[in-house]
C-alpha cells in the first residue's frame, strides 16, 4: 500500500502543476488586471504613467510564462506571495478563511452520509415502502432545486419574513461578550440556514445511492444464505449487507468533494460566510492573481489528497482490496 500511495502522490505532483498553470494562464488572459482594478477604485483615475509603473511593480510587465516560473519557484518553498489587494500574507488570508469553509463543509457531507445511511438504507430494506416512495419523490425533488435558489428562499423566509436565524456573517456583532457556551450557540444558528443549502443536495443524492446499492446487495447471493444460516434480518443487514453496499460510497464522496469545496463559493457569498469561497470571490473581483492562486493550489491539493485516502480506505474496509 505504501508503494501505491507513493505512486499516487508522484502522479499528483504533474497533475497539480497543471491545474496551475492552466489558472494562471486563465487569470492573465481574463479582462482587466490589478492596475486596472486599482484605477477603476480611484476617484481620478491613473494616468498612462502611473498605470505602466503600477503594473512594473506588479511585474505584470513581463511575459506570463516568466511570471509563472517565479510564482512557482516561490511555491515550492511555500511562499504564495503577498496579496496585490492589501499587501498582507496570501497565506495567512487563506490561514484564516480555511476553517469555516472546511470545517463547513466537512459537518455538511458527514451530516448527508448519514441521512444517506438512514433513509437510503431504510427504503431498500423496506423497498416498494412509504419511506421508500417518500425518500425517491423527495431526493427527486431536492436534487431539481439549485442550491442557490434554496438560498434565497431560505434568506427571504426563514432570515428575513419570519426572523427566525440570522444570515449574515458568522457571528453576531457582540459576539465578543457572550460566554463560550453562548458563542457555539451563536455559531450554530449562523451556520444553520448555509449548512442547509450545503446539506440537501448531498443527502438527496447519497441516498438514491446507497438505496440502490443496498437493494442491489439485499438481492444478491450471499444475503440469501446468510438468511439461510439462521440469521436474523439486523445481523444480516450490519455484518453482510451494509457494508458490501457501503464501499462504493467511497469512491462517490471522493468524486464529491470537488463539488462541495466548489459551490461554497456562491453560498458564501450570498451569506457574508467569510469562508475560502468568498475570498475567492473578492481576489476575481479586485484581479488579486496572488490570493486567486494560492486558494487554486490549496483546493487542488485537497482534491487529490482527499482521493487518495478514499483509495487506500478501500483497502481498511474491504480486505479483499490490495494495492501492489
Known sequence: MARYALRRLLVAVPTLLGITLITFVLVNLAPGDPATSAAAQSDRGLTPEAHAKLRAQYGLDRPVIVRYGA??????????????HDGRSVRAK??????????????????AVVIAIAVGGHAAVHAGGWVDRFAGVACFALSSVPRYVMGMVLIVVVGVRWGLLPFMGISSTDAADMSAPERVFDLI??????????????????????????AVVMASDYVRAARARGLSQGQVIVAHALPNALLPLLTVIGMLLPGVLGGAVILEVMFSWP?????????????DYPVIMGLT?????????????????YAVIDPRVRYA
Request: proline share 3%; glycine share 8%; with cysteine.
Open 275 to 287: 469562508g475560502m469561497g468568498l475570498l475567492m470571490y473578492d481576489a476575481a473581483m479586485q484581479r
Open 94 to 111: 487563506i490561514a484564516e478563511r480555511l476553517p469555516p469553509t472546511l470545517g463547513l463543509a466537512m459537518i455538511a457531507l458527514a451530516s
Open 189 to 214: 444558528k449562523h451556520g444553520l440556514l448555509i449548512g442547509v443549502c450545503f446539506v440537501y443536495p448531498l443527502a438527496a443524492y447519497l441516498t438514491r445511492f446507497v438505496r440502490d446499492n443496498m
Open 71 to 84: 510564482w512557482l519557484s516561490r511555491v515550492v518553498r511555500f511562499d504564495f506571495g503577498r496579496s496585490f
Open 297 to 313: 493550489v490549496l483546493t487542488a491539493a485537497v482534491v487529490l489528497l482527499g482521493t487518495l485516502i478514499v483509495d487506500l480506505l
